[in-house]
């Protein structure tokens, strides 16, 4: 794979070159990262008991207030799927990339902790993560709970239900992580969008935000979508195989 030679040198300057200041990379990430590890993204079509909902009706406080034991199984379904899954190339290349760029923020939007098990370590998780759970009335987390209950498992402190720790839809997102995003892509040189229809809100605003600021934006995804049309550059392929070949090409500039 090739790249355009100004892409190349002006990300080879974001790296730690001795003394000359470097330049500071935001990395966003959606599901397409994760999808080859083996995970459906969010959009792909939903398999078995589960093919008949749509996930957007499922992610919700009003779902689970509905039928809290459907939402928890769906859930418990995702982690399973989760379990066998490793991080792939394309997380690899993050964290290269992060070991190279002393100010490299890794935002993402998928809740499976893949880009953690990768080793990412400036990583902001915007919808949270569906390893954690966290009783749906005082917000206690809990550490560990009884997976094969038959009923949805409760809070050891006031035996209210747990729930997964991620943002449901029309629930807002972590303040701290969510200033941190727009801070770190409103100040960045570089913004790379990866594996994101960008459709989710206020997540698809970030490249924006970073656009607005100056940065130059680079797109990797299989197709294009609404922010293609914005960006300085746009690699369709897989992120698996886009990324190492861009770090490599960076690091051997
Ligand atoms: C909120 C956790 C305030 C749960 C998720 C404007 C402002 C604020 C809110 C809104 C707004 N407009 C609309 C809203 C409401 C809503 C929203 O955005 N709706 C959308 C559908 C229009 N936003 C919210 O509700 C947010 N809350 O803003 O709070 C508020 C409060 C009350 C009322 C209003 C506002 C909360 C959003 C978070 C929802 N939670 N996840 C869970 O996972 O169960 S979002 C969930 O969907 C995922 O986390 C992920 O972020 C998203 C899916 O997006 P992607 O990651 O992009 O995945 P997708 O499948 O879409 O695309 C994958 C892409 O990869 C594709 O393009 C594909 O081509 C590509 N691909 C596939 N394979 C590969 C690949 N690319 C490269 N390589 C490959 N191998
Ligand atoms: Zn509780």
């Not at 790249?3 to 040198?9: D, R, V």
């Not at 990583?123 to 550490?143: K, M, V």
């Not at 035996?159 to 807002?172: A, I, K, M, Q, T």
């Amino acid at each position: 794979m090739t790249f355009p030679p100004g892409l190349i040198s002006l990300l080879s300057r974001t790296l730690r070159r001795g003394s000359v200041q470097a330049g500071k990379l935001v990395a966003l990430t959606g599901a397409g990262v994760s999808q080859e590890s083996g995970l459906r993204t969010f959009r792909d079509a939903q398999t078995g008991l589960w093919a008949k909902h749509k996930p957007e009706d499922l992610a919700s406080p009003q779902a689970f207030q509905r039928d809290p034991k459907l939402v928890w199984d769906w859930y418990a379904w995702r982690r399973e799927a989760i379990k066998g899954a490793r991080p792939n190339a394309g997380h690899y290349a993050l964290v290269e990339l992060e070991s190279k760029i002393p100010q490299f923020t890794l935002i993402t939007q998928n809740v499976d902790g893949l880009h953690r098990m990768a080793g990412a370590r400036n990583l902001l998780e915007l919808h949270g993560n569906i390893q954690r759970a966290r009783c749906s009335d005082c917000g206690t987390y809990a550490e560990t709970w009884d997976e094969d209950s038959e009923s949805v498992p409760r809070c050891e402190e006031c035996d209210g239900l747990l729930r997964p720790d991620v943002v449901w839809f029309g629930e807002s997102l972590p303040r701290d992580q969510l200033e941190k995003a727009v801070e770190a892509s409103r100040a960045c040189d570089i913004f790379l969008s990866v594996g994101t229809s960008g459709v989710v809100q206020p997540a698809a605003s970030l490249a924006h935000a970073a656009k607005n600021n100056g940065a130059v934006v680079v797109e990797v995804n299989m197709e294009p979508t609404p922010l293609t049309p914005k960006v300085d550059f746009f690699f369709q392929g897989k992120s698996g195989e886009v990324l190492p070949a861009l770090v490599k090409a960076i690091l051997d500039h």
